[in-house]
């Protein structure tokens, strides 16, 4: 599903190795990004975080879209994200999401 305009997205986390591939992620489809940098630990302590994300883990992305294109999307686990955003926003077909089963199993050893 192709988008019309670039959602406002917000990721939470300092960013690790996970928090990077989300990072890595929108770069490569020119989304741009807002990034609140706190641990974990932080935000566990942030009642709005956790109501996002019971868990509490980072990194969670959030793409605020109109409400014709659905509203806001939540998301945690860096695996979902970067796959949602492959989907999503890769309309030059980058080979972020691989259609060949050789291909996406050679793009999953990277996530």
Known sequence: MAAATAPRV?????????VCKVL???GEVGVPCE???KTPMELKQDPEYMAMNPKGTVPTAVFHWPESE???LVLNESNTITSYIA?????RKRGLYPS?????????QWL
């Not at 060949?100 to 999953?108: K, T």
């Open 70 to 72: 659905g509203g806001t």
């Open 24 to 26: 890595w992620a929108l």
């Open 100 to 108: 060949s089963p050789e291909g996406l199993a050679l793009a999953w």
């Open 35 to 37: 990034r609140v940098g």
């Open 10 to 18: 917000v990721v939470y986390g300092i960013p690790t190795s996970r």
């Open 87 to 91: 989907h999503r926003f890769d309309e």
